[in-house]
């Protein structure tokens, strides 16, 4: 076996498998109407490869289980919540660490103890829940991203940085006293999983002190943000993934992560603070909403996994391979015709649908299309990032303002699918690219006021025939 080879195989091996559906053409069209043509409301036993999400979908190590057999369910002090706590502090360095169930109820103890109405929340790019938490708040989520985030093709490398100028005038504009938060996103998931540099993290956090703003960390990613830092930024390449990722911490004046993504469990995420009256504000939510202080609506079940998760996913040849297979899918994906964002991410590749389907305008959502085709033709679940997502509607659902771009994310679980699978989803999209012309746009027929994407409900817009027929 070649060395170069070797250094990107899987460090594991499969010892427990699960089936997966295989449904037939009349199934899946069956399935899709009655989910509203939304496949977050697919069964799960509707989906042959499901690639919705990243989060809390991997496969835990037999070390994790090993140590999920010893978890302490003490309502107080468990020793769970020690060997938990030690392993986060040690990979942050932060005082103090909450535990959460999820990162969004981190978001929200957070962001509700950081906010007030009126204020305005600066990110390279709010993902949705962290949008919705901001606005919840009464507060403004405004997005800056690096300009070079805006040309999908092209190589730069961390294109998920925060645009540190439009940061600069904001602060010291007229705005500068209503900005309540910086806070970053590593990886930048909302901007085509890209990552943000340490160059960027420093720049970021100096400005942020010299205007007296709290720079906190959505760290979500953090080691795969990290891994990319290390291939990508000079002066990194002898660094380790953890090493990288601690100093990436030490930055910021605080954290929100969901450790259902580098954690590598089911469930999970923390809060980490350097303020202790901070921490006293965030502590008294927890405990009223969540739990104890020292479970956060955690079993200790759950916290063991996640210690030996933190541990596992800074390991360099996890990460190595992990990169590897996305970017082998991307080269996949980009032979049969279908536009990614370059350069590939980790955690997910995506598809540039308003390119493959020139012929959908963005009120009938390019993206959204293609994903559901992704389904009728192979089963294949993903989530759009388009404008049904991200556009502006009037209140009969019409949109108003379209969306930057036109994508599709396929994220990848983690150590779940193997080449073989993930080159399925290639041949799948290869079939599409062939005639996209016969891919038809959809319409809303109902929707919720916030976080629209995951309840609407839509049905396919009518086949005008062919142009001699109208």
């Not at 999983?193 to 709290?214: D, Y």
């Not at 590897?324 to 032979?335: C, D, E, G, L």
Request: hydrophobic content about 40%; overall charge negative.
């Amino acid at each position: 076996m070649s060395t170069d080879l070797q250094k990107t195989l899987p460090p594991y091996r499969i010892k427990v498998v699960e089936s997966i559906p295989l449904l037939s053409r009349e199934e899946r069209q069956r399935a899709l109407a009655e989910a509203g043509y939304n496949p977050f409301n697919l069964r799960a036993d509707q989906i042959t490869i499901d690639l919705l999400s990243d989060s809390g979908t991997g496969a835990t190590s037999a070390a994790q289980e090993a140590g999920a057999a010893l978890g302490d369910e003490s309502y107080a002090g468990a020793r769970s919540w020690f060997r938990f706590h030690d392993e986060v502090r040690d990979l942050t360095g932060y005082p103090h660490i909450l535990p959460v169930h999820q990162g969004r109820a981190g978001e929200r103890i957070l962001l509700s103890s950081l906010l007030e109405p009126g204020q305005i929340c600066l990110s390279n790019t709010h993902f949705d829940t962290t949008h919705a938490n901001v606005a919840l708040v009464g507060a403004e989520p405004r997005d800056l991203p690096c300009p070079e985030a805006a040309d999908l093709d092209s190589a730069y490398p961390f294109k998920g940085n925060l645009d540190l100028d439009a940061v600069q005038r904001t602060l010291a504009g007229p705005d500068g006293g209503r900005v309540g938060l910086v806070l970053m996103t590593i990886t930048n998931n909302g901007l085509g999983a890209q990552p943000v540099s340490m160059a960027n993290l420093e720049a970021a956090s100096a400005l942020c002190r010299r205007h007296g703003v709290p720079f906190f960390l959505d760290g979500a990613r953090f080691a795969e943000n990290a891994w990319l830092v290390g291939q990508r930024e000079p002066g990194y390449g002898d660094w380790t993934p953890r090493q990288i990722a601690a100093r990436a911490f030490q930055l910021a004046d605080g954290c929100v992560v969901s450790l259902k993504k580098d954690g590598l469990s089911a469930i999970g995420g923390f809060i980490g603070l350097r303020d202790e009256e901070l921490h006293a504000v965030c502590e008294a939510n927890l405990i009223a909403t969540e739990g104890f202080s020292t479970y956060g609506g955690l079993a200790g079940h759950d916290l063991e996994r996640l210690a030996q998760g933190l541990r596992e996913v800074v390991e360099p040849r996890y990460l190595q391979a992990r990169a590897a297979a996305t970017a082998r899918m991307a080269r996949s994906i980009n032979k049969a015709g279908v536009d990614t964002v370059q350069p590939p991410g980790i955690h997910a590749l995506y598809l540039n649908a308003g390119r493959l389907l020139s012929h959908l305008p963005p009120h009938q959502f390019p993206g959204h299309a293609l994903g559901c085709q992704l389904y009728l033709d192979g089963a294949i679940r993903c989530a759009e990032l388009g404008s049904l997502y991200l556009g502006g509607m009037d209140d009969q659902h019409r949109l108003v303002a379209p969306a930057p771009f036109e994508l599709v994310r396929l994220a990848i679980p983690r150590r779940v699918y193997t080449d073989t699978h993930l080159g399925y989803v290639a041949e799948v999209l290869a079939g599409i690219a062939k005639h996209p012309e016969r891919v038809r746009g959809y319409r809303i027929v109902s929707a919720p006021r916030l976080l629209r994407h995951f309840k609407v409900r839509l049905e396919p817009v009518p086949d005008p025939g062919p142009a001699s027929e109208r």
